[in-house]
């Protein structure tokens, strides 16, 4: 699973504590976070930039941190953030799925976020958001966690079908989702999706690939729909859906 900023700094400053990471000693790169933490470059950087604003890492000779002296009582002093941290959080994006659902992705505003979050001063989301990367990943995470997979029942193929028209009504519902869902380093809820298509396919070698081709056939399918005008993707509701029926049955006679 794709690792937040927050959670790679969180990693290391327990390093710092145990002693395997001591004062003068490398941190790891960007390109070793990327690969230990499954992380992007940017999520990489900005556990970087982190390290160095809560005192633990400090610029040295070339591109990399060192382990600063006072790493260790750093470490040692943080403190977690107060225990309505989550509260507030789940209240950001309960609100950016509302405002995005009515005005779409491209609109969100924080100042709209904070005001339908309940009076939130803009300057205080990245206590609790550390980015709008980070917030988009919340809201799909959000909506597929509070759609689970429906229960197993019958052969494969019908598993299948039910988890993709989820799928497709997840998107047709939320024009925002197909956009900013990744199946490719899923966070909790799209992972667990993913894992019950692959248990549907329980036994075959190739149950991993080919539960993946199901769940982005269905968000490839979705994603032009964000790009149209409302009226227009109202008016080609129809056509759109039996596109979408047509690319899963032969996707899945393929299968």
């Known amino acids: 699973m794709t690792r937040f900023a927050a959670d790679i700094v969180a990693d290391l400053r327990r390093r710092i504590l145990?002693?395997?990471?001591?004062?003068?000693?490398?941190?790891?790169?960007?390109?070793?976070?990327?690969?230990?933490?499954?992380?992007?470059?940017a999520t990489?950087?900005?556990?970087?930039?982190?390290?160095?604003?809560?005192?633990?890492?400090?610029?040295?000779?070339?591109?990399?941190?060192?382990?600063?002296?006072?790493?260790?009582t750093v470490a040692a002093a943080w403190q977690p953030p107060p225990a309505h941290g989550d509260v507030t959080r789940a209240r950001i994006v309960d609100a950016a799925i509302e405002l995005a659902d009515a005005d779409g992705l491209g609109n969100l505003s924080l100042r709209l976020i904070g005001q339908r979050a309940g009076g939130l001063v803009t300057g205080t989301f990245y206590k609790w958001v550390q980015d709008r990367a980070e917030l988009e990943l919340l809201m799909a995470d959000a909506v597929f966690a509070?759609?689970?997979?429906?229960?197993?029942?019958?052969?494969?193929?019908?598993?299948?079908?039910?988890?993709?028209?989820l799928h497709w009504r997840l998107?047709?519902?939320?024009?925002?989702?197909?956009?900013?869902?990744?199946?490719?380093?899923?966070?909790?809820?799209?992972?667990?999706?993913?894992?019950?298509?692959?248990?549907?396919?329980?036994?075959?070698?190739?149950?991993?690939?080919l539960a993946a081709a199901l769940v982005n056939f269905v968000r490839g399918s979705a994603m032009s729909l964000e790009q149209q005008e409302r009226k227009a993707r109202r008016a080609e509701a129809d056509a759109d859906t039996e596109l979408f029926e047509f690319g899963l049955q032969h996707l899945l006679d393929g299968f």
């Open 146 to 165: 509070r759609h689970p997979p429906p229960k197993p029942a019958g052969p494969w193929r019908a598993q299948l079908e039910r988890l993709a028209r």
């Open 171 to 209: 998107y047709r519902q939320h024009a925002w989702l197909a956009l900013t869902v990744s199946f490719t380093h899923p966070q909790l809820g799209p992972a667990a999706h993913l894992a019950w298509a692959q248990r549907a396919l329980e036994g075959r070698a190739d149950a991993k690939a």
């Open 18 to 41: 145990d002693g395997d990471l001591r004062p003068g000693e490398d941190i790891p790169s960007a390109k070793d976070i990327m690969a230990g933490w499954d992380a992007t470059m």
């Open 44 to 72: 990489a950087y900005k556990a970087m930039t982190l390290l160095r604003e809560e005192g633990l890492a400090a610029k040295h000779r070339g591109p990399g941190l060192i382990v600063t002296a006072d790493a260790p």
